[in-house]
């Protein structure tokens, strides 16, 4: 009676009740993922238990059982119903074995991790001492995670960010002002580089790329005195060089011009999930369920080139996934 989606088990695995989690910092799409969980796992005749606060409820047995019900009118909101943490006592051994009794005085056979890198750290742990199925779904608007063109999350982070762009270029272009728009992306540039394409930034600075303050000062006043009296510069908050606020200054020394700082912050982890995340973190959601059914664990569902894959957890946090530098030189032509 069963269909199945993604995964063709040859033999299916004989869980019949799974944990679900969220993990690390929030992304929009998480709820829809959820959702996609509860309902495959149901579908296919497995019990779910969500596990409040990540790893934190995971240590506390702080669990709770999920019927249909309880993941209807979720999938366009904001946030995670399962709360979440970024959880210390799990990365020491002691900590883990807490939660491990409580997974197994639950009767919980498999689990479902979403998250980003520091969950799937935890959750390969997780696998490797208790023998205990994961699977990992890739929710962390920074994009940083190999083994997935897109993780759940990112499109709206970047939509939302474009949207504040949008109305910061309006008081810029109003007062001949430089403004340097600090987004979000951890440790890498792929939120700074989208929202800086589709926004028209003058200039783009990210972790991966080294920034050289002296060209950028000398572009910066040839473009003033060419009429050109407003210019976005989007700076990953991860840059090298230290932040917007320290690019400003630093510019602002050797230029002369005038310029003001906003840092996007958490704004861009809340709101609806956008169509794209929705659909992402359904299709995601129940290829997960499908992989612990057909007996995988210790890996990450991904979507690559539109098909949904498999990557070790361990590769999917510790290998570097590559950004399209092309992007950087399209932005620079089309802002000259
Ligand atoms: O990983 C998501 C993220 O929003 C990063 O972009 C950011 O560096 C970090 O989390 C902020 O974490 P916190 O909310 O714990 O300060």
Redesign the pocket.
């Given at each position: 009676m069963s269909t199945w989606l993604y995964a063709k088990p040859r033999k299916r695995a004989s869980i019949k009740r799974i944990g679900v989690f969220t993990s690390?910092?929030d992304?929009p799409g998480m709820n829809a993922c959820i959702r996609a969980v509860v309902r495959t796992a149901i579908y296919h005749g497995v019990e779910v238990i969500g596990i409040m606060r990540g790893y934190q409820g995971m240590i506390e047995g702080d669990f709770v059982h999920m019927d249909r019900m309880a993941v209807s009118n979720i999938i366009q909101t904001g946030g995670t119903i399962l709360k979440t943490s970024?959880c210390k006592e799990f990365y020491y051994k002691a900590g883990r074995m807490k939660a491990i009794e409580k997974l197994r005085q639950a009767g919980i056979e498999g689990l479902v991790a979403i998250g980003?890198g520091g969950t799937f750290r935890g959750a390969h742990k997780l696998y490797v001492e208790s023998g205990i199925p994961v699977i990992g779904v890739p929710a962390?608007?920074?994009n940083d995670l190999y083994g997935t063109d897109y993780t759940i999350g990112f499109d709206t982070a970047i939509n939302t960010a474009l949207d504040a762009i949008d109305r910061i270029r309006d008081t810029a272009i109003a007062h001949g002002r430089i403004f340097w728009v600090e987004v979000?992306?951890?440790f890498r540039g792929f939120i700074a580089t989208d929202v800086g394409v589709a926004g028209g930034a003058e200039a783009i600075l990210i972790p991966e790329e080294r920034t050289d303050i002296d060209k950028l000062a000398r572009e910066l006043l040839n473009w003033h005195n060419m009429g050109k009296t407003s210019c976005i510069m989007v700076v990953a908050?991860g840059d090298e060089a230290g932040g917007a606020f320290q690019l400003a200054r630093l510019i602002g020394e050797k230029t002369g011009l005038d310029s003001r700082v906003t840092v996007l912050g958490?704004i861009?982890?809340g709101g609806k999930p956008t169509a794209r995340d929705r659909v992402l973190a359904s299709k995601l959601g129940v290829a997960a369920v499908e992989a612990l059914l057909a007996g995988e664990a210790d890996k990450m569902v991904g979507e690559v080139n539109g098909k949904i894959t498999l990557t070790p957890l361990e590769e999917a946090y510790s290998k570097r996934k590559p950004l399209d530098k092309s992007l950087l030189v399209l932005a620079q032509v089309l802002a000259t």
């Open positions: 690390g910092g992304a970024r980003g962390t608007i920074d979000m992306g951890r908050e958490h861009q982890r």
